[in-house]
């Protein structure tokens, strides 16, 4: 009886189908892909947080809307240059690469949401309104430069680094002055790029610097 009962457990288990782990369950396109939020005046940003690994590996840039409420409460806490982040429910990531308006609810958090940051408005509407800037993580660089893409928002003017081989690090800085791109430094600019720019009579601040992902 007890061989029998032992046979029967073994068909059972053999006939039971093993499950692929799904992209999704992985790096896929389908996920929730975090963002750092920062504004030129009265327009909010969103800067996808790129990784090395596909399909991750996107700088992209997106006006976005919320509600009148929490629009200006955002903006008003990004003035005092507080960090702030963005995670949307789970979305297709393609819909974003490809500049379409999407329309979908969100986090938003004090502080960065992987890193002991805060809810403060949760499942909010979000509307990404409009592509600015999309760069595909894609070329080695240079060991000895650090460039810089130059995006123009009202009067302002944003220097997105270009993400390049390891060790690297993501990082947006905010100017005045009208600055033509592509904008080359020396490496390794994450430390040096603020001393960089005083040097040459360009004022500037640091909007996001993330390295522990990039090394």
Do not use: C
């Not at 920062?38 to 809307?65: E, G, K, R």
């Not at 919320?66 to 949307?88: F, I, N």
């Not at 592509?182 to 996001?208: H, R």
């Amino acid at each position: 009886m007890r061989l029998l009962l032992l046979l029967v457990l073994a068909i059972s288990v053999s006939v039971v189908p093993l499950r692929a782990p799904a992209a999704e369950d992985q790096h896929g396109y389908i996920g929730n892909h975090g963002m750092v939020l920062f504004a030129a005046d009265d327009i909010l940003l969103a800067s996808h947080l790129p990784l090395y690994q596909a399909p991750h590996n996107y700088q992209l840039i997106y006006q976005i809307t919320l509600p009148p409420t929490e629009h200006k409460a955002v903006l008003a806490t990004l003035q005092k240059r507080q960090q702030m982040t963005l995670l949307p429910q789970q979305f297709d990531l393609r819909q974003l690469i490809a500049g379409q308006n999407i329309n979908i609810k969100a986090t938003v958090y004090h502080g960065h949401f992987e890193r002991g940051g805060s809810v403060w408005f949760d499942q909010v509407p979000v509307n990404f309104a409009r592509q600015l800037y999309i760069r595909p993580i894609v070329q080695p660089g240079s060991a000895t430069e650090a460039r810089y893409d130059v995006l123009k928002i009202n009067q302002s003017y944003f220097l997105i680094h270009q993400i390049a081989a390891n060790p690297s690090y993501d990082q947006i800085l905010r100017t005045e002055r009208p600055l033509t791109e592509p904008l080359i430094l020396k490496a390794p600019a994450d430390v040096t790029a603020l001393q960089q720019l005083n040097a040459m009579g360009i004022e500037a601040t640091e909007v996001y610097l993330e390295t522990t992902d990039f090394q």
